[in-house]
């Protein structure tokens, strides 16, 4: 497996962060657009600035999807990454951000 890296996201608003949250993982996950290459069950170290926060937050995790550069369709390539057990604050401070928008079906950059 490829050495650990490290990404930076910031999320200015709760429409993108709504299209980047993937709930659907067992710890939560969240979608990083970049045109690099990762490979399945890599792992990444992302800081991650949300919607209201100026600090940039610690992220662990490892790469769960992978859309990759030149994908078909309106898709954005990118990965996505599934949080770490240690990363639950991360996860719970998303979800209150996103309270009453996470069934409401809204197209996201995985599903």
């Known amino acids: 497996m490829a050495a650990q890296k490290a990404l930076s996201l910031t999320i200015k608003d709760e429409t993108t962060l709504l299209s ?3 709930p ?3 710890r939560g996950g969240i979608f990083v657009p970049t045109r690099e290459r990762y490979d399945l069950g890599q792992e990444v170290y992302l800081l991650l600035t949300l ?3 100026n600090e940039r937050v610690p992220v662990t995790g490892q790469v769960v999807w992978v859309s990759p550069d030149g994908v078909a369709g309106r898709r954005v390539p990118g990965i996505g ?5 240690d990363d639950q604050a991360v996860r ?3 979800e ?3 309270a009453g928008h ?5 197209p996201t950059y995985t599903l």
């Open 96 to 98: 209150a951000l996103l």
């Open 51 to 53: 919607p209201g926060d």
């Open 102 to 106: 996470l069934d409401k079906g809204s």
């Open 92 to 94: 719970d401070r998303i």
């Open 81 to 85: 990454i599934h949080f770490s057990p």
């Open 20 to 22: 980047a949250y993937m």
């Open 24 to 26: 659907l993982l067992e």
